[in-house]
Structure formats: structure tokens, C-alpha cells
T-cell receptor, first 114, second 113 residues
């Protein structure tokens, strides 16, 4: 079945540091890939997505590139801010069918210190 | 536009009881999915509803059931609660079959004692 593996946290960085959160996946077919963010006490918010190989998703300074050859979708940001502190989830969706289901990784807690 | 709203936000039940959680989908969305997020874990897919019918189910027992109403709102019912059912229950809506962007609510935190 489908699965997502993302790097274990917690990750603690200083403001303006470079961020990478690794994500690899196992799936049949050609899934769409997502990063969701969960701020304390809130639901998940879509951060960015990519629907096919070599697509780059980007939003709010975050980027991730769909790498089919390495089955990866690593999240990066050049300069993090305190407000980026949250839990980040990598996820994939089945490529076909009408049943739209997301498979999530376990999440990575990011703490950014001033 | 209104987002996805869930109620209640927190509740405490005892083992063996039953619980109903409610979700109002985002305006214009006709598909609702439910996820269970245990502490420190990623969300796990429970089931999805489209046009008032279940349209896919994850690896959850039959005591997890749901409904979708004509206005696209939804309920999640869990019978015979177990301690392991303690989790954050997330509802997400989307704009139809195959629409690949979900809008999540803030969740209902269930504690089973």
C-alpha cells in the first residue's frame, strides 16, 4: 500500500536558518504530493502541492520538488521565521479513482527560535 | 467564504459510550472526509462521503460510521468507545470527486477514559 516517511523531529532552528524536512514515499501509479502545516490548536492547512514528476510546489517561501526517480518531496525554505513554528506533514493521494484519500507521514515539529 | 467548522471542539467520554461529531463543509464543497489523528501521529483516513453515500473507507471497524446530509454537512459516529479512540478527529471538505485539495476543520478532540 501507499506510505509516506518523513524525517523525525523535533527540528529546532534559529531565525533566518535554512530548513529542509525530508519526505519519501511509496505508492503505485503517479500520486499527487502535498505538504500540510498544522499550527497549535488549528486544523491542517495546505502549504503546497505538486501533481506530476518534476513539478515544483511553492508558497510563502517554502518549496518542494516532486522527484519520481528518488520518490521524494523534500520541503525547503531559505530563511525561516519564528512564525513558521508548527508541525509539517507530507502527504500523497492516490492517482486514480473517485475516492480521494490522503496518506500522511507522522509529521515533523519545527520550532524556530528568535 | 466560510471554512470547515466542527463541533464540539473538546469532549470527554468513558469506555463503552457512544459519540457523535459534527462537521459543516466549506461553502460550495460537496464531499466530506473524516480523519483520525492520534497524538504524535499523522492523520489516518476513516471514510469519505459524496452525495450522502460512503465513497471509500480506511482501515476502521464498523463501529465507526457516518452520515452526510443534503446540505453536505456530516456526522461521525463512534459506538462502544475504546481508550484507543482518544484522538483529534478532523473533517475535511473538497469540491467533488477527484478534487485533490482538502480544506480541513480545526478538529474535535475526543478523550476516552
Amino acid at each position: 500500500g501507499n506510505s509516506v516517511t518523513q524525517m523525525e523531529g523535533p527540528v529546532t532552528l534559529s531565525e533566518e536558518a535554512f530548513l529542509t524536512i525530508n519526505c519519501t514515499y511509496t505508492a503505485t501509479g503517479y500520486p499527487s504530493l502535498f505538504w500540510y502545516v498544522q499550527y497549535p490548536g488549528e486544523g491542517l492547512q495546505l502549504l503546497l502541492k505538486a501533481t506530476k514528476a518534476d513539478d515544483k510546489g511553492s508558497n510563502k517561501g517554502f518549496e518542494a520538488t516532486y522527484r519520481k526517480e528518488t520518490t521524494s518531496f523534500h520541503l525547503e525554505k531559505g530563511s525561516v521565521q519564528v512564525s513558521d513554528s508548527a508541525v509539517y506533514f507530507c502527504a500523497l493521494s492516490d492517482s486514480g479513482g473517485s475516492n480521494y484519500k490522503l496518506t500522511f507521514g507522522k509529521g515533523t515539529l519545527l520550532t524556530v527560535n528568535p | 467564504e466560510t471554512g470547515v467548522t466542527q463541533s464540539p471542539t473538546h469532549l470527554i467520554k468513558t469506555r463503552g459510550q457512544q459519540v457523535t461529531l459534527r462537521c459543516s463543509s466549506q461553502s460550495g464543497h460537496n464531499t466530506v472526509s473524516w480523519y483520525q489523528q492520534a497524538l504524535g501521529q499523522g492523520p489516518q483516513f476513516i471514510f469519505q462521503y459524496y452525495r450522502e453515500e460512503e465513497n471509500g473507507r480506511g482501515n476502521f471497524p464498523p463501529r465507526f460510521s457516518g452520515l452526510q446530509f443534503p446540505n453536505y454537512s456530516s456526522e461521525l459516529n463512534v459506538n462502544a468507545l475504546e481508550l484507543d479512540d482518544s484522538a483529534l478527529y478532523l473533517c475535511a471538505s473538497s469540491g467533488g470527486l477527484g478534487a485533490n485539495v482538502l480544506t480541513f476543520g480545526a478538529g474535535s478532540r475526543l478523550t476516552v477514559l
